[in-house]
């Protein structure tokens, strides 16, 4: 079983971002916000007999905004026994020495570290934590021993040059014991219109990721999903368990839930939630699986043809003459230049 839970609180609105949150709150808010959550998995507990969580995620909005107590006070509500992977979003400027020291006597045992980019002037566009900011928060994790550092990277922001993105890779790997790297890429209808003045071509864009993916690859970096790398043995296995299908179980307003082949979405209104109203609950038939394992195993290891029907293989074929999908020993994959295609290419096998 692995956990999500949301913490929709930041200080301020990145401008790229899509999600509803509340970027100004009160402690009031928070409090009220917690004690919902904390009742959601209480209830939950009692119903379920076999809970055992190995990956717990405090993800969507800025988890680290929470004091250590305030964390601890969630994680108490678990079995300790089965716990593999516990991860915490954090953003650069709430990482001091003592908030790492606590976090780790809790057994926050992965930091996801939101950098995006060294580029000051983006940062600034963005509402970003600072480049200084960010070097201080890695010098801490470094100094402190963090055991399992994961940095979140963007391309194709504002005023970032094309290939400044690869440059700022390599100089953070050298520097800092990081673990694990993600990188993603802005989707369009996120992107501000007044930015497309300010950013480099998708041609670019393109060679950027592949620059990035070749210097990975030769630090025997494992790319185990189109926006993820890890060193051997650091793939993240709460990421991992959701691309294979494994049971997952999402708190709060909106969250989507899955387990045993049943999936179900928390209410979107506070009064919904309150009264643990779920909505578009249905069980997976065999068509749905095999389309969800489609889209999951191009974005990670590949497809093999006997999963595949004639019309897919087709498709397929076809995208092997445009040089976006290659076939190595009856597997297809998307080669990495066409990686940003993936969505479009999904899209027409299901
Ligand atoms: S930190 Fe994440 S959730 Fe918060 S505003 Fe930025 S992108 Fe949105």
């Not at 055992?52 to 678990?78: M, R």
């Not at 801490?140 to 690869?166: G, S």
């Not at 990188?183 to 592949?210: C, F, H, N, R």
């Not at 999963?307 to 076809?318: G, M, N, P, V, W």
Request: charged share 20%; net charge negative; aromatic share 16%.
């Amino acid at each position: 079983m692995h956990i999500y839970l949301h913490i929709p609180f930041c200080r301020q609105k990145c401008t790229y971002c899509k999600f509803a949150l509340t970027p100004i709150f009160t402690d009031i808010q928070k409090r009220r916000y917690l004690s919902y959550l904390q009742n959601e998995i209480i209830e939950w507990i009692k119903t379920w007999t076999n809970i055992f969580p190995q990956t717990i995620y405090f993800w969507w909005g800025t988890p680290s905004i929470l004091s250590p107590k305030e964390l601890s006070s969630i994680l108490e509500l678990f079995p300790k026994e089965w716990r593999e992977e516990i991860t915490l979003e954090a953003n650069p400027e709430d990482i001091t020495e003592e908030y790492i020291d606590t976090l780790q006597g809790i057994w926050i045992n992965r930091i996801s570290l939101g950098i995006q980019t060294l580029n000051s002037q983006s940062l600034k566009t963005i509402h970003r934590s600072s480049v200084d900011t960010i070097y201080r928060a890695l010098d801490i994790l470094k100094k402190k021993n963090f055991p399992n550092i994961n940095i979140d990277l963007i391309l194709w922001l504002p005023h970032v040059a094309y290939w400044e993105t690869h440059r700022a890779l390599t100089e953070l790997h050298k520097s800092y014991p990081i673990t694990h790297t993600s990188i993603y890429l802005l989707e369009d209808e996120t992107y501000p219109t007044d930015w497309k003045e300010a950013t480099i071509s998708i041609d670019k864009m393109q060679q950027e990721y592949v620059t990035i993916n070749e210097y990975l690859a030769e630090l025997w970096w494992n790319h185990y999903e189109v926006s993820n790398w890890s060193r051997p043995w650091y793939e993240s296995k709460h990421n991992q368990s959701y691309w294979n299908h494994s049971n997952y179980r999402w708190f709060w307003l909106a969250a989507s839930s899955y387990i045993n082949w049943k999936r179900w979405t928390n209410s979107p209104s506070f009064s919904g939630y309150y009264r643990w109203e779920r909505i578009d609950e249905e069980t997976l038939t065999e068509e749905q699986k095999d389309i969800e394992h489609l889209m999951f195993s191009l974005r990670t290891s590949g497809t093999p043809i006997s999963k595949l029907t004639q019309e897919q293989i087709s498709i397929l074929q076809s995208h092997i003459q445009d040089g976006y999908i290659e076939k190595k020993e009856g597997v297809f994959s998307i080669t990495s230049s066409w990686i940003f295609l993936i969505d479009h290419i999904i899209s027409q096998l299901i």
